[in-house]
């Protein structure tokens, strides 16, 4: 795991670039932001990558795998952000994505940058989440060589895992232990080496996409819509009432309806309407469809 920092690009800073505090608030930001606007150009660059990532997790979880994020500092909290807001978006068991971070729970609020240099304490972290063969783990590194990362991803790969990385450098040392490699190059940053600006974007985007298309392959969603989040608030029960809305083509008092009579769960009570039939039996349905709205039928409405 030999050291390259002194070449990263994200590392680098760019002389060309005027000094920020000497410009006013407005000229400052402006530039900012048209720097910004290359991260996603980044993420375009390795959208094949990122389907060979989703094609490959949502395949693994159909057969009842896990997933594993594993980072330090900010690549570690946003594995974290995203493994969190799957349970009440797709209603997943949070046991099934699961997030590790480098100095574990504490770290996602007071900064334990130093454990990002131990290998084996990825390793471990890893292994003593119950990690095995099957299982699915995504090594998140802006450099593509912090330790930890490098160092989880190894055990994974030697004991049967499948995994994959995310990065932001060119050639980073983690492609060699990683099934499929994202690299999102994102360059200099605006303040040199402060990787929770564009690279973080970046990593944040592929996240974004892999989770969504993942839930999407697994059937979490019906004509782009979340059937499978928990209307667990005000906010939320009204949104499902338009889900139902939208999928059923009902008004709100037969959506709503239709959800009390389901206990709430948006994907029965759409499914009870689709098949003109008792929660009970929509409900007995959708499981021998794999939960997959889509697969029942009739689809008209």
């Not at 094609?55 to 159909?62: F, L, R, S």
């Amino acid at each position: 795991m030999t050291s390259k920092w002194s070449s990263l690009v994200t590392e680098q800073s760019e002389k060309s670039l005027p000094d920020l505090s000497a410009l006013d608030t407005l000229t400052a930001l402006t530039l900012m932001n048209n720097r910004d606007k290359t991260v996603a150009e980044a993420v375009e660059r390795a959208l094949p990558e990122i389907a060979m990532a989703v094609d490959v997790i949502a395949e693994q979880m159909a057969s009842g795998s896990r997933w594993f994020y594993i980072g330090t500092g900010t690549s570690g909290r946003l594995g974290v952000l995203d493994a969190a807001e799957l349970p009440p978006t797709f209603n997943t068991d949070p046991t099934v994505v699961q997030a590790i971070i480098a100095g574990g729970p504490d770290a996602v609020f007071h900064a334990q940058e130093g454990l990002e240099d131990h290998p084996d304490q990825g390793m471990r972290d890893l292994k003593d989440a119950g990690a095995c063969a099957g299982d699915v783990v995504v090594g998140i590194t802006a450099s593509g060589q912090t330790p930890y990362v490098l160092g989880a991803l190894h055990w994974a790969r030697q004991a049967g895992l499948v995994t994959i990385a995310i990065s932001c450098n060119a050639d980073p040392l983690v492609r060699q232990e990683a099934n499929v490699t994202i690299v999102a190059e994102t360059g200099t940053e605006i303040l040199g080496g402060s990787t929770r600006l564009k690279a973080a974007t970046a990593e944040k985007m592929v996240l974004n996409m892999l989770s969504t298309m993942v839930m999407v392959r697994l059937g979490k969603t019906y004509r782009n819509l979340m059937v499978d989040m928990r209307p667990t608030n005000h906010k939320l029960r009204h949104r499902a009432i338009r889900i139902v809305m939208d999928a059923t083509h009902v008004n709100a008092d037969e959506a709503q309806a239709l959800l009390q009579s389901a206990q709430g769960e948006t994907k029965v009570a759409i499914a009870a309407k689709i098949l003109q039939c008792a929660p009970k039996e929509a409900r007995r349905q959708l499981e021998a469809a794999g939960g997959i709205l889509s697969r029942i039928g009739p689809q008209s409405t």
